[in-house]
T-cell receptor
Framework: ETGVTQTPRHLVMGMTNKKSLKCEQH?????MYWYKQSAKKPLELMFV???????ENNSVPSRFSPECPNSSHLFLHLHTLQPEDSALYLC??????????????FGSGTRLTVV | GQQLNQSPQSMFIQEGEDVSMNCTSS?????WLWYKQDPGEGPVLLIA?????ELTSNGRLTAQFGITRKDSFLNISASIPSDVGIYFC?????????FGKGTRLHILP
């Protein structure tokens, strides 16, 4: 597989559930990102990882917990979410050290619905 | 903080028409990027611009990096149904990419 792959594509979860989103990239990039995209809102940067180290957390609630075990994989662990957390969650990657100079490569996203 | 003002927010056009959208900022950027997001998918990079004044084409798409480095435009010529989607501009500076709010393009049959 090539590019950035996100699973699952769709997820429906209750407010008391625990679930995880997975992102995998095969581009040899070392920087990975989680974005939230809500209806009629701009892309919101949530977390940034460079070489497996978290370098940015944009005041994201603790019910979202990222994990980056290696430069190719990124997870977003979810627990006790709220209905307003329903959104499209996008993973992206870039070559670390370039600061996104060549742009980010995005996955297709996970459409999350919290009921 | 840094912000990008992208306009228009949405457009309704007839198939075959040309489209123009733009982004402006009070900040200077090193790189301007244009992405397209199809329904249910992630954004895909269309054009990257690296030099002030640069004009770059990708098929029916043409984009320019403004001379002041604070703005960019994207033109689409002779629109077709598959051009439907959300177009995002993005500026890169200081190890960050800032995204505009997007222009939603609708094409009437």
């Amino acid at each position: 597989e090539t590019g950035v792959t996100q699973t699952p594509r769709h997820l429906v979860m209750g407010m008391t559930n625990k679930k995880s989103l997975k992102c995998e990239q095969h581009l040899g990039h070392n920087a990975m990102y989680w974005y939230k995209q809500s209806a009629k809102k701009p892309l919101e940067l949530m977390f940034v990882y460079n070489f497996k180290e978290q370098t940015e957390n944009n005041s994201v609630p603790s019910r979202f917990s990222p994990e980056c075990p290696n430069s190719s994989h990124l997870f977003l662990h979810l627990h006790t979410l709220q209905p307003e957390d329903s959104a499209l969650y996008l993973c992206a990657s870039s070559q670390s050290g370039t600061g996104g100079y060549y742009g980010y490569t995005f996955g297709s996203g996970t459409r999350l619905t919290v009921v | 903080g840094q912000q990008l003002n992208q306009s228009p927010q949405s457009m309704f056009i007839q198939e075959g028409e040309d489209v123009s959208m733009n982004c402006t900022s009070s900040s200077i950027f090193n790189t301007w990027l244009w992405y397209k997001q199809d329904p249910g998918e992630g954004p895909v990079l269309l054009i990257a611009l690296y030099k002030a004044g640069e004009l770059t084409s990708n098929g029916r798409l043409t984009a320019q990096f403004g001379i002041t480095r604070k703005d960019s435009f994207l033109n689409i010529s002779a629109s077709i149904p598959s051009d439907v989607g959300i177009y995002f501009c993005a500026g890169q500076l200081d190890d960050k990419i800032i995204f505009g709010k997007g222009t939603r393009l609708h094409i009437l049959p």
